[in-house]
């Protein structure tokens, strides 16, 4: 009987070891851009009932003297506050649109001043002194110039954010530019199950995942709401696994993690 006993114990183990699920940790950051209402009413409340924060890189446009005190109570929450520029230039193409807000008018003097009274506007509004950034329209370039050395020595920004894949999960810090993190827009995803997905690849990984996000359950480029809070409630669920942080908590954290 005791021989059976230590053989099923034995049995038991040998299982353990093959079927324990790799226990790296993995980072989440939950980013949602351009100061949409949406946001406010709908992913907030979401994150605030689930004890998660998220980073919002709020373009300046948006920020009226209504929405500010709210976009307060979202900093004071623990949520991130960030750079998304003031009007937000994009290239246009189409004839349609400010001229004024085409990138292709910028320089890199107009764009780096524009940062630069966003950062302002950002510490009026929750007096914090170190931004991120998220180039608009993940453009890279003013009147066809690259800005992001130009950014980079500025010193206005510690950290910024750029585009990519669903395949955009960073695993190796060393080769990481700080001012070049990549992130997947989760455009045209309707389910929770396909947001979920992205989170296991970078669980399986072992590294960062970065969401960008624009409407949820509203405005543009929309998340469902229901989707958003599966996601959330996924992320709770595996708080053991999953680290979700701010963009600035993050990078801090892989940022030191590279020099030990
Ligand atoms: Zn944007």
Redesign the pocket.
């Known amino acids: 009987m005791r021989k059976i006993l230590l053989l099923f114990l034995l049995l038991n183990l040998t299982i353990n070891a093959y079927t324990q699920q790799p226990t790296k940790k993995a980072i989440i950051v939950l980013t949602y851009?351009?100061a949409l209402q949406s946001q406010l009413k709908v992913a907030l409340p979401q994150l605030e009932s689930a004890h998660l924060n998220g980073t919002f890189f709020l373009?300046g446009y948006n920020v009226t003297p209504a929405s500010i005190p709210a976009w307060r109570e979202v900093a004071k929450k623990g949520n991130e506050l960030a750079n998304?520029t003031l009007y937000?230039p994009c290239i246009i193409t189409t004839g349609k649109g400010n001229p004024a807000n085409n990138s292709a008018n910028y320089t890199v003097y107009t764009i780096l001043r524009e940062i630069s009274e966003t950062n302002n506007l950002l510490y009026a509004v929750d007096g914090k002194t170190s931004r991120t950034f998220a180039y608009?329209?993940t453009e890279l370039a003013v009147g066809g110039v690259n800005y992001v050395d130009s950014l980079r020595t500025s010193g206005l920004i510690k950290y910024a954010r750029i585009g990519g894949n669903a395949d955009a999960v960073i695993t190796d810090f060393k080769t990481l530019d700080p001012l070049l993190v990549p992130s997947w827009a989760a455009v045209g995803v309707t389910t929770g199950d396909e947001l979920i997905a992205f989170v296991k690849k970078v669980q399986q990984r072992g590294g960062m995942g970065v969401f960008m996000f624009h409407g949820v359950g509203g405005d543009y480029l929309t998340t469902p709401a229901l989707a958003h809070k599966q996601l959330l409630t996924y992320l709770r669920q595996h708080a053991n696994e999953i680290e979700v942080l701010t963009f600035q908590q993050a990078m801090d954290k892989v940022s030191q993690a590279k020099h030990h």
């Open positions: 851009d351009d373009a998304h937000h608009p329209c």
